[in-house]
């Protein structure tokens, strides 16, 4: 079944500090991979995107993410946190082919909290 | 700006009521979507529509229905048939292109529908 795992569903970090959120997929074939993030009370916003060509991908905020094809996994790094950065995360998967984005799925999300 | 228009913002129905959410979106593009945000759930998939007066169900399409009659306008109508309907409930639209593989989401900022 496909499926999109992301284990944390609640990270602290100080401000400053470095962050790593997970994702792990299961999915036929390689997918293509999102990142969204989500301030309380709003609407996604897309962080970063992978599609094809070099595995670690640069993203919006200072984020990035790298798709490793081994692991099923689509980690999103940010080498140093801001207090701005504290919203949900949520990690995406869909097909690599020419369908709709509804066949998108979506993980539970993992919010971040930063502490001062 | 371009974006996406979702209202009311926070919405109380009484059980039994149906209620219909606005979603209106100036980017010109092709898909539409409806997804349901439940706390700790992630998104989950209600209705798409990748072209006018033409939509196909989610995975949660059980007691919503949809129209698609202009392609700027996918109203989501909450109907008495859904048992637990509170909820944040989020628009997106995507460029649709068929022969270009997956395109990005774009989202509204959500509208929140509390049942008394």
């Known amino acids: 079944a496909q499926s999109v795992t992301q284990p944390d569903i609640h990270i602290t970090v100080s401000e400053g500090a470095s962050l790593e959120l997970r994702c792990n997929y299961s999915y036929g074939a390689t997918p293509y991979l999102f990142w969204y993030v989500q301030s309380p009370g709003q609407g996604l916003q897309l962080l970063l995107k992978?599609?094809?060509?070099?595995?670690l991908v640069q993203g919006i905020k200072g984020f990035e993410a790298e798709f490793k094809r081994s692991q099923s996994s689509f980690n999103l790094r940010k080498p140093s946190v801001h207090w701005s950065d504290a919203a949900e995360y949520f990690c995406a998967v869909g097909p690599n082919y020419g369908g709709s984005q509804g066949n998108l799925i979506f993980g539970k999300g993992t919010k971040l909290s930063v502490k001062p | 700006d371009g974006g996406i228009t979702q209202s009311p913002k926070y919405l109380f129905r009484k059980e039994g009521q149906n209620v219909t959410l606005s979603c209106e979106q100036n980017?010109?593009?092709?898909?539409m979507y409806w997804y349901r945000q439940d706390p700790g759930q992630g998104l989950r998939l209600i209705y798409y529509s990748q072209i006018v007066n033409d939509f196909q169900k989610g995975d949660i399409a059980e007691g919503y229905s949809v129209s698609r009659e202009k392609k700027e306008s996918f109203p989501l109508t909450v109907t008495s048939a859904q048992k637990n309907p509170t909820a944040f409930y989020l628009c997106a639209s995507s460029s649709e292109n068929r022969y270009s593989g997956a395109n990005v989401l774009t989202f509204g900022a959500g509208s929140r529908l509390t049942v008394l």
């Open positions: 992978y599609f094809s060509g070099d595995t």
């Open positions: 980017l010109n593009h092709d898909a």
